[in-house]
């Protein structure tokens, strides 16, 4: 465990360092699956994960929605003073995160300090609490996975950053995102994310879709050259998602991000930062995100949370079920873990959740269940026949006339007499239940 790091005003008192207990624990304030050093599949917990706090929702977010203003008062936003108030934030963050022991933390620019409207004033804002945020991590032990910009929330990016057909726009969201690196290098940040909320259309009837898509990967292009120009060396990350804000956003999903990344050359600087509720919206699983990411060896990073199954919008909340998680750790461990991200808890308490140890609940959970879903799967891989149901399924393909069309070998002529020769297939069944009653049975 690391050491608990306070300012001069302890913000969470009465709670002290969360600790691993074990599945006979009654504390709520305890760990009961995830111990960071337990090993699984060669690594340690600690390691296969990466646990970030997200900056944005735990320490920004004030619990506001559609319907109502904020039920979260937080005391750190108590001085008039930018930089003072920003300082008192982070305190806060940096008590919570070493109180849960969390190795990692992401945020956006304007999560660190609030924004106005001039760039070179932001900039200075930004590299005051940057320099904070050295001192706390030093002290603490606790490291950036990554950070990004806010291209979003101004008013100004309405139609988009990147892709907004004001070049002035555009201009002022490379401003931000120059800014958004240099924290990030300074901070030795080990990646760096783009999610494009505004990067899309509401009406095809006023948009050039292949002209912003153009511009967008010159953006792309634009700052990772600058980032590698000022010794970055870390992955670059876009994170999909379908549509909210927008109607129709660029990055639709895991295949519509491979693709564009293919397109526009930019494969070999970036990776994909997956989200389970921006799954959802897209009408997938995250199990299939997952897939489609890996099988491309673009599965970067993961961003954890969960929607509603009856509420169409993004929820973002903590994840608790461990029985959808195990799906999604096969695919994990398959793929041999993460491409240089973590798991990042993009999660907010909900409206009425007002005490300060709901937060803290609400991460002990999401690491539990993460923690339970890993050591489940693995004792999938390990113990079930769950990897030879899958094989035996597509055994006709590793012999005779099966491997000689995978190796390109047959064909059109030959498919036709193969199947001639051989008659009607035989019916094999898919084995569906029985596969979903392995899962429950290591679960």
């Not at 599949?41 to 735990?58: E, Q, V």
Request: proline content about 2%.
């Amino acid at each position: 465990m690391g050491n608990v790091i306070t300012g001069e005003k302890e913000f969470f008192k009465g709670i002290g360092q969360i600790q691993f207990e074990g599945l006979e624990s009654d504390n709520p304030l305890a760990f009961r699956w995830y111990d960071e050093n337990r090993v699984v599949a060669g690594k340690t917990l600690k390691d296969h994960f990466k646990f970030a706090c997200s900056y944005w929702h735990s320490f920004n977010g004030t619990g506001a929605d559609p319907f109502g203003g904020a039920s979260h008062i937080f005391p750190w936003d108590e001085k008039t003073d930018v930089i003072e108030r920003a300082k008192d934030k982070m305190d806060a963050a940096f008590e919570f995160i070493t109180k849960m022991n969390l190795p990692y933390y992401c945020f956006h620019d304007v999560d660190l300090v609030d924004y106005g409207n001039d760039v070179v004033e932001n900039e200075r804002r930004l590299a005051a609490i940057v320099e904070y945020a050295k001192e706390k991590q030093a002290e603490s032990g606790v490291k950036l996975l990554w950070a990004t910009a806010n291209l979003f929330s101004h008013r100004r990016y309405m139609n988009g950053a990147s892709t907004n057909p004001d070049f002035h726009v555009l201009a002022h969201g490379a401003a931000q995102v120059k800014a958004a690196l240099d924290a990030t290098i300074a901070l030795k940040g080990e990646n760096y994310v783009f999610w494009g909320g505004r990067e899309g259309y509401m009406s095809l009837l006023n948009t050039n879709m292949k002209r912003e898509q153009e511009h967008l990967a010159g953006f792309l292009h634009a700052a990772k050259d600058y980032a590698r120009a000022n010794g970055f060396t870390g992955n670059f990350f876009i994170e999909p998602k379908p549509c909210e804000p927008t109607k129709h956003q660029y990055d639709y999903d895991a295949a519509t991000v491979l693709g564009f990344l293919q397109k526009y050359d930019l494969l070999g600087d970036f990776k994909i930062n997956l989200e389970v509720n921006h799954a959802t919206l897209a009408g997938h699983t995250m199990q299939h995100e997952m897939q489609v990411a890996a099988d491309a060896g673009l599965l970067g990073s993961l961003d954890a949370n969960r929607g509603d199954y009856q509420n169409g919008w993004d929820t973002d909340q903590f994840p608790n079920n461990a029985g959808e998680l195990t799906e999604c750790m096969l695919v994990f461990l398959e793929a041999g873990g993460l491409k240089g991200g973590g798991v990042n808890f993009d999660a907010k308490i909900r409206r009425n959740s007002t005490d300060r140890a709901d937060l803290f609940y609400a991460h002990i959970g999401g690491m539990d269940t993460f923690a339970h879903a890993l050591i489940a799967a693995d004792a999938i891989l390990q113990k079930s026949d769950y990897k030879k149901v899958r094989e035996d399924r597509y055994a006709s393909f590793d012999s005779g006339k099966g491997k000689a069309y995978e190796e390109g070998k047959l064909t059109l002529q030959d498919l036709r007499d193969y199947a001639v020769e051989n008659g009607e297939p035989a019916t094999i069944s898919g084995k569906q239940e029985y596969m979903e009653n392995v899962i429950n049975r290591y679960v």
